[in-house]
């Protein structure tokens, strides 16, 4: 994993999305292994992704189109 | 044989550019079945070609270093009237109408086209075990994963197939099959090189680039290819340089950075060994080592991670439902991808903008980062985790962990060859630099080459020539 997941984390999270409904709701009609294919991943990628976004400032806007530094010189 | 000595042979009438292109069609036809690194062989395209080449240098037309070279382009670069299929089932009869705008400029410099190079199905995976047109195999050990997405490339490369093949990096795909694969392998500044053409995985993170069997050779590469492109809207308008280093270049008092942190953690003992052996040879080369913190890798990996699954399910969009079409591991992840909220993208990318931010101040500090390629040899065919550091890992997360956040910055990265683990199989070092700074990283590069950095050629049988 990118990061190791460790104990406790979700309580700073708070409520995590349940990824399995989120598929069903989706109309993803699979078998349990396929299913644990698509949720694990998307919930330990949420643990380290959620604390991320709460550091958001409003001012910060996204970055739809990479331009970099140096651009147009 | 490099591309500069080539060059040289052909211009001493060494030998022929047909010469050239029919050792590389014989190797082909000698090792493909086994490595399966080309989906298609255009042989007969190649040696018109490379007959025009041979007319066009008697006649004192000279086009530079890529004329009558022979060079092949993962199966995602689009070739008019030649099949792409982008290792899917998708595009399986797919022919374009057009030449990707890196395709035009290597024919423009006289480049010998081989073929289209097997790849992880839509460029969405590291192995390269393609389910549709075979797992391609590494050179090095057969029981062991070539890397991916270019992972063709990487092999055709490593083989002496050809010269130089284009690959994709949007998660690390050019830079972790040359690591396994024991080759040189640029990723670009993004929007230095023209992705016109060139099937998309994840818009924002995708960059195109050469693996090659020098550091040299892939500035040579870069010179061919990189400028700015009008049918790219994120092609960048900043001109070109001569990418190419002096024959003693020097690197005295480049301020290299070595990460405290997260880089040199849970590596092989073998990648840890050889890339601070590396970094002590750089140092002796008079370049300045300097420990430097860096912001959270972690996090910039969940960002580009978060960015790719919406972008990559975006495209797949318009493909077919029928989910037979697709591998296991493509199929979750676009699924995956087909889950991520509208709000965590945004926020992805406004994470990513912040980041950028933070890590354009370590730029004031070093000069460039010299870390890891990949955290492991390659793993074994079918491995799908890896004990790395007395913890089992995801043979993906893994394998992209040290490369993926670099695609979410846009810097340019170089991976090259520093060694061979104890089993034999190459270990790759990754040189990071600002953005636009190619030419140094390629002058690092190619100091550290001369001064002995590098491993021996593959030990497949043969030669081009």
Not at chain 2, 132 to 149: D, E, I, T, Y
Not at chain 2, 224 to 246: F, K, M
Not at chain 2, 329 to 350: F, K, S
């Amino acid at each position: 994993m990118d990061r190791a997941p460790q104990a406790g984390r979700s309580a700073i999270v708070g409520v995590m999305k349940n990824w399995t409904s989120i598929a069903q709701a989706h109309g993803l009609t699979l078998s349990a292994r396929e299913l644990d294919r698509i949720v694990q991943p998307l919930a330990a990628l949420e643990e380290t992704f959620r604390p991320l976004v709460k550091q958001l400032t409003p001012d910060l806007e996204p970055d739809l189109e990479l331009h970099l530094a140096g651009e147009g010189e | 044989m490099t591309i500069r000595e080539a060059a040289e042979g052909l211009r001493a009438h060494r030998f022929s550019a047909v010469e050239l292109a029919t050792a590389a069609i014989s190797r082909i036809d000698r090792h493909n079945s086994n490595l399966r690194a080309f989906i298609t062989v255009t042989a007969g395209q190649a040696l018109d070609q490379a007959r025009q080449a041979d007319r066009e240098f008697a006649m004192g037309n000279d086009r530079g270093p890529f004329h009558g070279i022979p060079v092949a382009l993962k199966d995602l670069f689009a070739t008019k009237g030649v099949r792409t299929t982008a290792g899917s089932k998708v595009y399986e009869n797919f022919v374009p109408e057009i030449n990707a705008t890196v395709v035009e400029k290597l024919l423009a410099a006289g480049a010998v086209l081989l073929g289209k190079l097997n790849m992880h199905e839509l460029a969405y995976g590291i192995t390269s075990a393609n389910p549709h047109f075979g797992a391609v195999r590494n050179p090095w050990n057969p029981r062991h994963s070539p890397g991916g997405s270019s992972g063709g490339s990487g092999v055709a490369v490593a083989t002496n197939i050809v010269f130089m093949a284009m690959g994709s990096d949007t998660g690390g795909s050019i830079r972790i099959p040359a690591s396994f694969c024991g080759t040189v392998g640029l990723k670009p500044t993004y929007g230095r090189v023209s992705r016109f053409g060139v099937l998309p995985l994840g818009f924002s993170l995708d960059h195109v680039g050469p693996l090659t069997r020098s550091v040299r050779d892939a500035a040579l590469a870069l010179n061919a290819i990189a400028g700015h492109d009008p049918l790219d809207p994120t092609s960048s308008r900043r001109p070109v340089v001569d990418y190419v280093p002096d024959e003693d270049c020097s690197i005295r008092g480049v301020r290299i950075g070595f990460p405290d942190s997260f880089f040199f953690e849970h590596l092989h003992e073998d990648v840890e060994s050889a890339v601070r052996g590396a970094i002590a040879r750089a140092e002796s080369l008079g370049a300045v080592v300097k420990p430097v913190r860096l912001p959270d890798i972690p996090a910039l990996n969940a960002v580009a991670r978060i960015v790719l699954l919406a972008e990559a399910s975006a495209v797949a969009e318009t493909y077919p439902d029928d989910r037979s079409l697709y591998g296991a591991d493509v199929r979750a992840l676009l699924d995956q991808g087909r889950l991520v909220p509208a709000t965590d993208y945004i926020n992805a990318q406004r994470l990513r903008r912040k980041m950028r931010r933070e890590f354009d101040q370590v730029w004031q500090q070093v000069d460039c980062l010299i870390t890891p390629a990949t955290p492991s040899p390659a793993p074994r065919v079918g491995d799908t985790t890896i004990r790395l550091g007395g913890r089992d890992e995801d043979v993906r997360l893994a394998s992209t962990r040290l490369v993926r956040g670099v695609n979410a910055l846009g810097y340019p990265a170089l991976s090259l060859p520093c060694g061979l683990s104890a089993s034999g199989l190459p270990l790759g070092m990754q040189i990071i630099g600002p953005a636009f700074e190619e030419a140094l990283l390629l002058r690092i590069g190619a100091a550290l080459e001369d001064g002995g950095v590098g491993i021996p050629p593959c030990p497949i049988e043969g030669s081009v020539l």
